[in-house]
Nanobody
């Protein structure tokens, strides 16, 4: 199975940037769909962005133009570059992996432990 570990969260002021990393072990990520989800205080987990094994991407409307997902095959790592951060982006961010098609079905079966992102106003 796939083990995922997120890192890179922290405190940032509104308008700032963070880059989250998701390091995988157990399997290579090249043939998996990957995604980022977030869970804000008092809310349910929400889809942020997905990237297919063919590198097709899909972004939630709330982050289009601000967030970018990418892969580094050599490091077996997926990144989430977050720019122009807003207080509403405050959440625990989770990396997820799934079989091809997961990006569209939103049914990712492997999950990381999450990393906290806090955006101050």
């Amino acid at each position: 199975q796939v083990q995922l570990v997120e890192s890179g969260g922290g405190l940032v002021q509104a308008g700032g940037s963070l880059r989250l990393s998701c390091a995988a072990s157990g399997r290579t990520l090249s043939n998996y769909d990957m995604g980022w989800f977030r869970q804000a205080p008092g809310k349910e987990r929400a889809f942020v962005v997905g990237i297919s094994w063919t590198d097709s991407t899909y972004y939630a409307d709330s982050v289009k133009g601000r967030f970018t997902i990418s892969r580094d095959n050599a490091k077996n790592t997926v990144y989430l570059q977050m720019n122009s951060l807003k207080p509403e982006d405050t959440a625990v961010y989770y990396c997820a992996a799934g079989l091809p098609g997961s990006m569209y079905s939103r049914q990712f079966v492997y999950w990381g432990q999450g990393t906290q992102v806090t955006v101050s106003s």
